[in-house]
């Protein structure tokens, strides 16, 4: 046997895979009931620099076995989303179920851009999809495809549109091939609705903003000036994109004015549901998404509303035969050149041609676990926003920015000894004085009114009395 066979059989070696997988899940199972009793900071603050010493490229040229070594210190040194504290941003502290899918995932690394390289992540990938737009109440036409974030969820989204509503060929004819072309947007929306049409060379002007309301949700009654502006700038409207709910503060934009708009202007209608299309789990916040149903196209991230591990976002098209119009890419050694155009090669309908088992993790999690589970966690956790808004409103040294829609909430401590000139800078304080100390993670924005601390109670394991304790800190931070 040669050396690199040598090395071959030890890398690959079922046995200690095993060895090693078992300490693995006990080491993970131990982080896990340490960060669900809070233990220990939430985030171990370090500065970028030091954790670039601490993970040092120094590979060695032969092995060194220390796999349980190395994965300790990833553990210690990381963001803790399973600590009860943990309220941060839009990303859940997974089920640790989908946490096995995803290793089985990595092994099987069934690549799935055509059939036959991933058959079953594929054919669950349908399936979950259907799930998904049954849940939404969109036609039995609907397909779609499972992508690597919201991101990519809303340039493909919008790569369709171009193809269905902007009268000539852009794909192959170029951004130049026709007039330019922009998309009403709320101004609340996600800046990957502007990255999008940027990449798609529409420039500054390929989006044009709509204005929101005071609790930031896009106004109806402001498409129509939108759309002038847009004209008078010399563009083509061929969409509108609303929010389902936004990022800043989780507003949701009323979708049936909005569907009611497209449809008299015959516009492709978009709602970013990445947030928030999980709403449509709950018989409770059904109704914040009412109209999603009459979208052309929608994005849903499961990473954010469905307690999945980064990263599965489903984009799905109304007509299913627009989702190979974002894409219309020819490679003959994948795609065989059939008449039809096969729903099983999902390539055909991604920016990814290689793409993870994605569909693995949520099917799993769905048939194990049960749908209740993820109506409830959709359920409970707008409630719990709602419940510590009024905390917060009654505190009377606490401001609520805006009424939670969802379980994203914005606030800012007002405390009578600082000046209001000074709460702008004392909210970037207190956060960082909470982050750096790792007793919590939450985040900030600004808003029109100033600089505000915002929470996603996006982690099922937080406790109304976790949230409290983080009222409590902010005042002893504040009076420091
Ligand atoms: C409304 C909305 N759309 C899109 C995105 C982008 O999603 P991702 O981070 O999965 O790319 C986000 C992320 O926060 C979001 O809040």
């Not at 009377?396 to 800078?425: K, M, Q, S, Y």
């Amino acid at each position: 046997m040669t050396d690199f066979r040598r090395r071959v059989a030890a890398a690959y070696d079922a046995e200690t895979f095993r060895h090693e997988g078992h300490r693995l899940v006990d080491m993970l199972a131990e982080y896990l009931t340490q960060a669900e009793r809070g233990e220990g900071p939430v985030l171990p603050w370090a500065a970028p620099a030091v954790n670039v010493d601490r993970f040092a490229a120094a590979f060695p040229e032969e092995p060194t076995g220390d796999f349980a070594d190395l994965v300790a210190r990833v553990l210690s040194g990381s963001n803790h989303l399973h600590h009860p504290r943990y309220a941060g941003h839009q990303v859940t502290a997974p089920v640790p179920l989908a946490a096995l899918c995803d290793a089985v995932s990595s092994l099987l690394n069934n690549g799935m851009a055509v059939y036959e390289m991933g058959p079953v992540s594929t054919a669950m990938e349908r399936n979950v999809l259907r799930w998904m737009a049954g849940r939404l109440g969109l036609p039995e036409t609907t397909d779609g495809v499972l992508t690597s974030g919201g991101s990519a969820g809303n340039l493909t989204a919008l790569l369709a549109a171009r193809q269905a509503k902007a009268g000539y060929d852009a794909w192959n004819g170029g951004a130049h091939a026709g007039p330019p072309l922009t998309v009403l947007v709320p101004k609340s929306a996600h800046y990957s609705i502007s990255r999008a049409t940027r990449i798609m060379g529409w420039g500054e002007g390929g989006v044009t903003p709509v204005a929101v309301d005071d609790c930031f949700r896009l106004r109806p009654e402001a498409l129509d000036t939108a759309m002038k502006t847009a004209t008078l700038a010399g563009r083509k409207v061929i969409a509108v994109v609303a929010s389902a709910g936004s990022t800043a503060t989780g507003a949701f934009d009323p979708l049936e004015p909005v569907a009611d708009f497209c449809e008299r202007h015959g516009l492709w209608f978009h709602v970013d549901g990445a947030h928030g299309a999980a709403a449509t789990l709950s018989p409770t916040y059904r109704h914040l998404v009412r109209g999603i149903d009459r979208a052309d196209s929608v994005v849903w991230d499961a990473h954010k509303g469905l307690l999945m591990p980064a990263l599965v976002t489903a984009v799905l098209f109304r007509d299913g035969s627009r989702s190979f119009e974002a894409f219309a890419q020819e490679a003959s050694y994948l795609f065989h050149g059939e008449a039809e155009q096969p729903w099983s090669d999902v390539a055909l309908r991604t920016l990814e041609c290689t793409k993870e088992m994605m569909a693995l993790k949520v099917y799993t999690c769905l048939s194990v676990l049960g749908t209740r589970l993820f109506s409830e966690a959709v359920t409970e956790s707008y409630e719990q926003a709602r419940r510590f808004a009024r905390r917060l409103s009654a505190a009377g040294d606490f401001e609520v920015a805006v009424p939670p829609d969802c379980n994203i909430l914005c606030f800012r401590h007002t405390p009578a000894h600082v000046p209001p000139a000074e709460w702008d800078a004392l909210q970037a304080r207190l956060r960082e004085r909470l982050v750096t100390r790792g007793d919590f993670y939450l985040v900030q924005t600004k808003l029109p009114k100033g600089v505000y601390l915002r929470v996603t109670l996006i982690n099922p394991l937080t406790t109304d009395a976790d949230l409290d304790a983080m009222m409590e800190a902010l005042r002893t931070a504040a009076r420091r």
